[in-house]
């Protein structure tokens, strides 16, 4: 069984700039969530995905969108890049039905310069 | 603001020892409270959950304890190992917002 991965894992972005993330979830997970974690803080729910619709969303503004694939995976796209945009973000797969019991993957580090 | 939190930043506890950490929230609405483990490098890690109707529920070498009089959790961790050096988030799940604290991290000496 495939775990969550995630590329890349390591990005460097001036503001202004456009950057999309990657997911691949979990065999079988049909639901794929996207967190924005600050140095030093918790997840933040930015959206979830179900059956490539966004089924949930955070506070974040419009400039933060997703994608969910028939496969299940998954990309966050982030239009014009702010400062603090800089953080690590993590997706997340799940089954519908087990919400809770997310499997996370390592994250892509973004560094908004 | 966030609608969790938690009581210490962090927590040393010697190996061997029990650990609890604890967690305030103010949404009455939750419908599950969940407990993850954040490894340095890595993705949280799903460890138990409780449901909002629950006061308590047992996993591996873990307690969850639900006090909804005055909205705490606790996660309870017996005979702390080195590989439980991690930060912990609580989290809430309110219709599919899964909303994370800021996180305690819990440091075990050998």
């Known amino acids: 069984e495939t775990g969550v991965t995630q590329s890349p894992t390591h990005l460097i972005k001036t503001r202004g700039q456009q950057v999309t993330l990657r997911c691949s979830s979990q065999?079988?997970?049909?639901?794929v969530s996207w967190y924005q974690q600050a140095l030093g803080q918790g997840p933040q729910f930015i959206f979830q995905?179900?059956?490539?619709?966004?089924?949930g969303r955070g506070n974040f503004p419009p400039r933060f969108s997703g994608l969910q694939f028939p496969n299940y995976s998954s990309e966050l796209n982030v239009n014009a890049l702010e400062l603090d945009d800089s953080a690590l973000y993590l997706c997340?797969?799940?089954?519908?039905?087990?919400?809770?019991?997310?499997?996370f993957g390592p994250g892509t580090r973004l560094t908004v310069l | 603001g966030e609608s969790v939190g938690l009581h210490l930043p962090t927590l040393s506890v010697q190996e061997g020892d029990n650990s609890i950490i604890n967690c305030a929230y103010s949404?009455?609405?939750?419908?599950?409270f969940i407990w993850y483990k954040q490894e340095s490098g890595k993705g949280p890690q799903f460890i138990i959950d409780?449901?909002?109707?629950?006061d308590k529920r047992q996993g591996q070498r873990v307690t969850v304890l639900l006090n909804k009089t005055v909205k705490h959790l606790s996660l309870q961790i017996a005979a702390t190992q080195p590989g439980d050096s991690a930060v912990y988030f609580c989290?809430?799940?309110?219709?599919?917002?899964?909303?994370f604290g800021a996180g305690t991290r819990l440091t075990v000496k050998p």
């Open positions: 989290a809430e799940n309110i219709n599919n917002d899964m909303r």
């Open positions: 949404n009455s609405a939750s419908d599950y």
């Open positions: 995905y179900y059956r490539e619709e966004e089924n």
């Open positions: 409780i449901r909002s109707n629950m």
């Open positions: 997340a797969s799940s089954l519908q039905n087990s919400y809770n019991e997310q499997f």
């Open positions: 065999s079988g997970h049909n639901t």
